[in-house]
């Protein structure tokens, strides 16, 4: 298995690495000052980033989902409600609950994991994200880990993309996250919390990658989300308020969360992209079972 190594951007002279590429003149200003942005505080916002056509059309891609002409029967949406008190359904399942159900569960937390299976625009989508230069300036060759679409505000709590993953290094690792609507307040933004990719890892995670969220006790989850409240205790959550097409792109080790919804009936359309360095993904050497 891979070593664990230092990426280049955690490094002490990553601010010296990226003045040699300024001084370059090979890679476009709002890369390198994303770039900038991401290593002193852990993400970036690329406002307007993305292509208008591409987002609108994936926005109404996931409207379809819940209308019985998308033709999807077996796409799978996760966390969704059901009279039943059953969460997740199949596309298939939603369609034969009456209106009112139906509206309720819309109304209701869901996801989409792997969007891009169903939805040409989300396709589109992954396959920009994976060429954006300053991917590859973090990166180098990048593939995709997973991808989920949210129709509302996601509330996830605090928590680290690397302690959700196998990755290795661990630091090889980025959230791609593109607004497929305007969100404000009201919607349950998405959060961060700027610095605290410089927090170091969670101790109980060892030996990472093979103990994380996913393969480790509940005992070590509690204690990871206890260590969690502690790093984020008397700091403040920066919601970040966007406009469809705006980006966000954060660190591995950066806490972020999903706010809480004001509004229930304000839809928060979103498509987050998890991509990792080309063949650091080492969920695949695990032995221990998955906890999902
Ligand atoms: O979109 C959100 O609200 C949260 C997304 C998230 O936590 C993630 O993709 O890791």
Redesign the pocket.
């Known amino acids: 298995m891979t070593k664990q190594v230092e990426m280049w951007f955690d490094a002490a002279r990553a601010s010296q690495t990226l003045s040699q590429l300024r001084g370059e003149g090979k890679v476009e200003l709002a890369a390198l000052d994303a770039l900038d942005d991401f290593i002193k505080q852990g993400y970036c916002v690329m406002r307007g980033a993305a292509a208008p056509r591409e987002v609108v059309a994936a926005a109404a891609d996931l409207d379809a989902v819940w209308s019985p002409t998308y033709g999807y029967p077996a796409l799978r949406v996760d966390e969704v409600r059901l009279p039943s008190g059953v969460k997740g359904a199949t596309q298939d399942e939603l369609m034969q609950l009456g209106s009112t159900d139906r509206d309720a569960a819309w109304r209701g937390h869901w996801r989409i994991h792997g969007f891009e299976q169903y939805s040409l625009a989300a396709l589109g989508l992954l396959r920009w994200c994976l060429e954006l230069p300053i991917v590859a300036l973090l990166l180098g060759e990048a593939e995709r880990m997973s991808t989920?679409a949210?129709g509302r505000?996601?509330e996830?709590r605090a928590?680290q993309?690397w302690a959700v993953s196998h990755v290795v290094p661990r630091g090889a690792l980025i959230?791609v996250?593109i607004a497929l609507e305007d969100v404000g307040e009201d919607a349950g933004p998405?959060a961060v919390y700027p610095g605290t990719h410089r927090l170091g890892p969670f101790g109980g995670f060892a030996p990472y990658p093979e103990v994380s969220l996913r393969t480790c006790s509940s005992d070590v989850a509690v204690a990871y989300y206890a260590w969690i409240d502690v790093q984020i205790a008397g700091r403040k959550a920066k919601a970040i308020e966007c406009s469809a097409g705006d980006v966000v792109i954060w660190h591995a080790a950066l806490i972020?969360?999903?706010r809480p919804r004001v509004r229930a009936d304000v839809t928060r359309r979103?498509f987050?992209c998890?991509l990792v360095r080309r063949g650091s993904n080492a969920v695949d050497s695990i032995t221990a079972t998955l906890n999902w």
Do not use: T
């Open positions: 989920i949210f505000g996601s996830q928590h993309d959230g996250w998405l972020h969360e999903g979103s987050v998890h």
